[in-house]
């Protein structure tokens, strides 16, 4: 970590970072897109499962959200390091409504739906590392820290939100007016930032080449055995994830509709909002580093349990205990983007976003698969029992490179 993202030692509170215009423009921003994006993601789970009646189906169209960055992380997030970064966050953002909009039109075939799902978590990679290189531009030391918390428990509690909110508004308006609800507030996300944040490039003065950053960004997580042991604590939420691409067949197997899809999906994202508050307020710094490996094997256990087939209360209260733990994620990630250059933060962030979401997309899949078979709740359970097992491994080695 550089001396310049080094916490404070007098430490700051929420109010602090949210004191400065440009960061609430940026949490602004945040907020909107997630509540709209996890409102388009019931509508989609919901119009697939309902329209093939398939938990494999309705796992690939969720799984597709995450597969793209296979691509679009390691190629597009460099974007980040040579492009003006608010620029790359405004016309991403605008792309996508668009996106979202075709999405809209009835009769819209599901292979051309797959085809723009695919198109707009392309894009989502350049957003994000922009997002994350310019933030400590915008604050630095235990306010950046601080920020990211904020930053974690927004994306949580938006996903909560959304989720909670979008079952019954999609049953009450139906998915195409949900998907262009989404498509508005990714424009006014981007109008957003276009006024409320300062523009902002790389801080390295020459430009570089698409590959040269893309070797170099490669050259700085592989060669750092911290940044690999954080990248590998990340992608622990694979086996976490799987829980949404099921969350449909889930709830029809329980004999719900689209609210209690919409109340499983808020559920982890609701228990790592709550643990996102108790890391930033009362654990100090110097610890948080130690709980990572903890955390991560702890947010895998309650999927176990499902193997029990509780009721719907009982399996919202596991996942909810499983969201709790999944807070880990939030301090690793300042870590991770804290302890790399500013010249090649984008790109190392889109190859770190890349292991992330590759991983959670074949989770999710190989779930959706093995729910084919076995049913949903035997899927979550095996998936928590691999990832225990995973994440004690991935534990051992964070606690070493430490």
Known sequence: MTDEHRPDAGGARFVDVLADAQFRALWVAQLLSVLGDQVARVALAFLVFTETASAGLTALTYALTFLPDLVAGPLLSGIADRAP???????TDLLRAGLLA???VPGMPFWGLCVLVVAGQLLAAPFAAARAAILPH????ERYVVASAVSGTTYQSGQVLGFALGGPLVALVGVPVALLADAATFVLSAAILQFGVVEQRVSAAPEVRAGAGLR?????????RRLRA??????VSAFVVTIEGLAAPYAAALGGGPVAVGLLLAANPLGAALGIVVLARLVPPARRDRLLGPLAVASCVPLVASALDPPLAGLIALWVASGLACAYQVPANAAFVAAVPDAHRGQAFGLAVTALRVTQGVGVLLAGL?????????????????????????????????
């Open 138 to 141: 915008v604050l630095h030391g």
């Open 370 to 402: 093995l729910a084919e078979r076995t049913g949903p709740a035997t899927a979550v359970a095996i998936a928590g029992v691999v990832g225990v097992v995973v994440a004690v491994a991935c534990a051992a080695a964070w606690s070493r490179a430490r």
């Open 230 to 235: 954080l990248v590998a604590l990340a992608c």
């Open 216 to 224: 170099d960004g490669a050259r700085i997580v592989v060669s750092d």
């Open 102 to 104: 075709l999405m809209a």
């Open 85 to 91: 970064r608010r620029a790359t966050m405004v016309v």
